[in-house]
């Protein structure tokens, strides 16, 4: 196997890597922002309800949600899915799981904001969600940027993790051209991929930090 | 109707369309799920185009194509393997299995190749026969059936062999246990001999396997336990390719056709 073809077939798993990695990310930081929400309720079962959701999720490996994800339909209900589930339970799984740690990023960012600032928006005569999102998410999103450069980096090498259930991402990828050509240069170009895609989400993310800084008197 | 309530009709609806899609997704041809470790050569692996390929998955891939079944070549993480039987996420497993002490935990086939274990070590390490290996750190992959034979307590010869290494390590795959053999990490390392010959041969052999082996067994085709309508199906067609040829001449494309068992 030429080095070009072991590039091709890299790249071919960089796309399942990259799918698991956009949908991920679209999906679960809105769906963390309405998890910190509940959260913070002032309704103590919706509260509890979410407490409980958030401790699960952080409290227990994603290889083993990825398990239950794909295979508790099986062992709950019976129901036979066939391996086009795999791809769906990958993203289930990913989902509810950074979701959980997005929510609890977005809680220390609602909550650093002094209680003083609502209190200002209300003798103003904003309404709730106007305060919400005019006022208290603008300061938010720019305190929990770095904390969130961090769980996205993670989540670009933790789609790796994909491969429990046997669905073929990058990592698999690398993982079986190794082993067809008892070779390890699979793996170094595998790392290059990663580290390339991943100083590209750091680069944009430090372009928004850049964009979100202007509350600072320069 | 509020506008609000529409919505919510629509997601629900939605979500219901999406289940039954996946669920109903068999189509109109049968399916023949065939669950692999696809970092097993010469069994089960990726060829220059990223297709499966492999001993193994030609045999599943002809015995589909007499039965005209749909097939369906799944990659798994060998840890999960009972998980994806018992789901149903695949027929069968296929690939080099060893049926040696697993008799009951699945319906097999009969078994179409002799298999041994055997130790590779270093050609410049000057380590002839098992007895060199005491005092020596040895290399298995972990869940093997090397693994499972060293570890074996009911095997008084294997234990005096197992308790002379300074020790026995686990390693995920094959490539991280040889990268720890060059590496002098460990001494040697035990597998399958048709693997090990793999291997050996692509490694431009600096390594030699021990004319001593560790345990013969052998390879059968694990069917979930209790099916043995669809086990019968494909028996009868392998039988058919060991009648008419077809078997041996995948074998010897792969160099297996001094292990391969045939079926009277």
Excluded at chain 1, 46 to 75: H, N
Excluded at chain 1, 169 to 191: D, H
Excluded at chain 2, 151 to 160: C, L, P, R
């Amino acid at each position: 196997m030429s080095i070009l073809t072991m590039w091709k077939l890299l790249l071919q798993g960089f796309e399942i890597s990259v799918l698991i990695f956009v949908v991920t990310l679209v999906l679960s930081l809105p769906l963390g922002l309405g998890v910190a929400l509940c959260r913070m309720s002032k309704n103590p079962v919706l509260r509890g309800i979410t407490k409980v959701y958030i401790s699960v999720m952080r409290g227990t490996p994603l290889m083993l949600q990825l398990l239950v994800v794909r295979f508790g339909p099986w062992f709950v209900f019976k129901m036979k899915l066939d391996d086009s589930y795999d791809i769906w339970a990958v993203l289930i799984a990913f989902v509810i799981n950074y979701a959980a740690y997005f929510a609890e990023i977005y809680r220390s960012g609602i909550e650093s904001v002094p209680k003083g600032q609502y209190e200002a928006a209300q003798i103003l005569g904003f309404g709730r969600w106007r305060t919400f999102f005019a006022v208290i998410m603008p300061q938010v999103i720019k305190r929990v940027l770095p904390s969130v450069t961090n769980e996205i980096i993670t989540l670009v090498k933790d789609t790796s993790l994909a491969y429990a259930i046997g669905l073929i991402e990058m990592f698999t990828r690398a993982k079986q051209i190794a082993a067809a050509e008892t070779s390890m240069l699979p793996y170094l170009f595998a790392g290059i991929l990663y580290y390339i895609f991943n100083y590209v989400v750091a680069f944009g993310m430090e372009k928004a930090e850049k964009a979100f800084g202007y509350y600072e008197i320069k | 109707m509020k506008k609000r309530n529409i919505k919510i009709i629509c997601a629900i609806a939605a979500v219901v369309i999406m289940t039954l899609a996946l669920v109903s997704c068999g189509g109109k041809k049968e399916t023949f799920t065939v669950g692999f470790d696809s970092e097993f050569p010469p069994y089960g692996y990726i060829d220059e185009n990223g297709e499966y390929t492999g001993f193994d998955i030609e045999l599943a891939i002809e015995v589909a194509k007499r039965n005209d079944w749909e097939i369906k070549l799944k990659p798994i993480d060998w840890d999960t393997k009972d998980f994806q039987l018992s789901s149903g996420a695949i027929d069968c497993i296929w690939n080099g299995f060893t049926m040696n002490g697993r008799e009951d935990s699945y319906t097999w086939s009969d078994a179409y190749v002799d298999n041994s274990q055997v130790v590779v070590v270093a050609a410049s390490s000057g380590i002839k026969t098992l007895g060199d290996l005491a005092g020596k750190t040895v290399a298995v992959q972990t869940d093997s059936s090397a693994e499972a034979v060293l570890k074996n307590t009911d095997n008084e010869k294997m234990q005096a062999l197992a308790s002379s290494f300074a020790a026995i390590k686990d390693y995920g795959d094959y490539n991280t246990a040889f990268l720890a053999l060059q590496s002098g990490a460990v001494d040697a390392v035990a597998m399958d001999i048709g693997v090990a010959k793999y291997q050996v041969s692509s490694r431009g052999n600096t390594y030699i396997i021990l004319n001593e082996q560790l345990a013969s067994e052998e390879y059968g085709i694990g069917f979930l336990l209790g099916n043995t309508a669809l086990r019968d199906k494909v028996s009868k067609t392998v039988k058919e390719m060991m009648a008419d040829g077809t078997f041996e001449k995948i074998a010897d494309k792969y160099g297996l056709k001094d292990s391969i068992k045939l079926w009277k």
